[in-house]
């Protein structure tokens, strides 16, 4: 049987574009109204009467999955910490869809706040040692942050990337958290064959300047090598200088957008991090990354990456 698609219509006043609307349906008489904010409604009628109508449409679908996406967004709560500012402590185990009832939120809420409580707001947020001759940890310290309950807040997950992005099942990965070089290390001591890395691009993209420890403590240089890799895209100065004093990739990130130089900086950026991984790694071991964003989604993958998804995936 085939597929019944929907037909898009883009209606509005030549002389005003914020009047323009659009709407969908599988014929002419059953279409359906699409809503639109006024900044939405003035891009589809720019888009319509500069592009043609099929650019508008194609900025309405965009809206529409940008939107679907949204919705199906994964949050969860957790409480600014006491001795850090701007640190956080959750429950990864716990989330709801972002068009949850209020019920349900409450039940989350409620159930990440019992656990907390049991330990005093206590989180062990890293570990750290050193490795003696046979990769076993000695003089481990414990690095804690304790909740603040007086101050909650919403996190949203990044966990449904790996499952609903990529289609692997959160449960069968292994968190490096901030050791990506100890964890290629032991993978290659272990006699692995290949590893995957998907993470943030906040973490990541430090990996494209060396670091394979990317905990702040030992630098943070994230806008220094977005800056760069922009800039050697072809990043005007000023729009460079905006980069470095932005408090957040995502930041940086709808900067690469709007000057047409997101894809450009990030393939510069993703093949850095597979260089660096591959050197860690050596020749023994297939290694690959897929860099991701809770805003833009996926952003790249290394060379490799796309054939060890497959491995594990199949």
Same mark, same amino acid.
């Not at 692995?192 to 430090?206: I, P, S």
């Given at each position: 049987?085939?597929?019944?698609?929907?037909?898009? +219509?883009?209606?509005?006043?030549?002389?005003?574009?914020? %009047?323009?609307?659009?709407?969908?349906?599988?014929?002419?008489?059953?279409?359906?109204?699409?809503?639109?904010?006024?900044?939405?409604?003035?891009?589809?009628?720019?888009?319509?009467?500069?592009?043609?109508?099929?650019?508008?449409? =194609?900025?309405?679908?965009?809206?529409?999955?940008?939107?679907?996406?949204?919705?199906?967004?994964? &949050?969860?709560?957790?409480?600014?910490?006491?001795?850090?500012?701007?640190?956080?402590?959750?429950?990864?185990?716990?989330?709801?869809?972002?068009?949850?009832? &209020?019920?349900?939120?409450? !039940?989350?809420?409620?159930?990440?706040?019992?656990?907390?409580?049991?330990?005093?707001?206590?989180?062990?947020?890293?570990?750290?040692?050193?490795?003696? $001759?046979?990769?076993?940890?000695? %003089?481990?310290?414990?690095?804690?942050?304790?909740?603040?309950?007086?101050?909650?807040?919403?996190?949203?997950? $990044?966990?449904?990337?790996?499952?609903?992005? /990529?289609?692997?099942?959160?449960?069968?990965? *292994?968190?490096?958290?901030?050791?990506?070089?100890?964890?290629?290390?032991?993978?290659?001591?272990?006699? +692995?064959?290949? #590893?995957?890395?998907?993470?943030? *691009? =906040?973490? @990541?993209?430090?990996?494209?300047?060396?670091?394979?420890?990317?905990?702040?403590?030992?630098?943070?240089?994230?806008?220094?090598?977005?800056?760069?890799?922009? #800039?050697?895209? $072809?990043?005007?100065?000023?729009?460079?200088?905006?980069?470095?004093?932005?408090?957040?990739?995502?930041?940086?990130?709808?900067?690469?957008?709007?000057?047409? /130089?997101?894809?450009?900086? @990030?393939? !510069? @950026?993703?093949?850095?991090?597979?260089?660096?991984?591959?050197?860690?790694?050596?020749?023994?071991?297939?290694?690959?990354?897929? /860099?991701?964003?809770? *805003?833009?989604?996926?952003? =790249?993958?290394?060379?490799?990456?796309?054939?060890? @998804?497959?491995?594990?995936?199949?």
């Amino acid at each position: 049987m085939k597929k019944k698609r929907f037909h898009y +219509f883009i209606r509005g006043y030549r002389w005003a574009p914020e %009047n323009f609307g659009a709407s969908k349906g599988l014929t002419k008489d059953s279409r359906k109204a699409i809503p639109l904010t006024l900044d939405e409604r003035r891009e589809v009628g720019i888009l319509s009467l500069t592009k043609g109508p099929d650019a508008a449409i =194609g900025y309405v679908k965009h809206t529409e999955r940008a939107r679907e996406r949204q919705r199906r967004k994964m &949050i969860t709560y957790g409480f600014l910490s006491k001795e850090v500012s701007g640190r956080f402590v959750y429950c990864p185990q716990l989330s709801f869809r972002a068009d949850a009832s &209020i019920d349900e939120r409450l !039940r989350v809420f409620k159930k990440i706040r019992a656990i907390l409580e049991e330990t005093d707001g206590r989180v062990v947020t890293s570990t750290e040692c050193e490795l003696d $001759g046979q990769y076993r940890p000695t %003089n481990v310290k414990e690095n804690t942050i304790t909740a603040d309950f007086s101050r909650p807040l919403t996190i949203p997950m $990044g966990e449904k990337f790996i499952r609903d992005g /990529l289609g692997l099942d959160p449960a069968l990965a *292994v968190q490096t958290s901030n050791f990506i070089g100890d964890a290629l290390d032991l993978c290659r001591e272990l006699g +692995f064959r290949g #590893a995957l890395l998907a993470g943030h *691009v =906040g973490k @990541l993209v430090k990996i494209a300047g060396g670091m394979l420890n990317t905990h702040s403590q030992y630098g943070d240089c994230r806008m220094e090598i977005l800056a760069a890799h922009a #800039a050697a895209a $072809g990043l005007r100065a000023e729009r460079t200088e905006e980069i470095l004093q932005c408090a957040a990739c995502d930041d940086a990130l709808r900067i690469l957008r709007e000057e047409g /130089l997101y894809e450009a900086a @990030l393939a !510069r @950026l993703t093949e850095r991090v597979g260089f660096h991984l591959r050197s860690r790694a050596g020749e023994s071991m297939e290694i690959g990354a897929i /860099l991701f964003s809770k *805003v833009y989604g996926e952003l =790249g993958r290394t060379a490799e990456a796309g054939a060890l @998804l497959q491995k594990i995936v199949h």
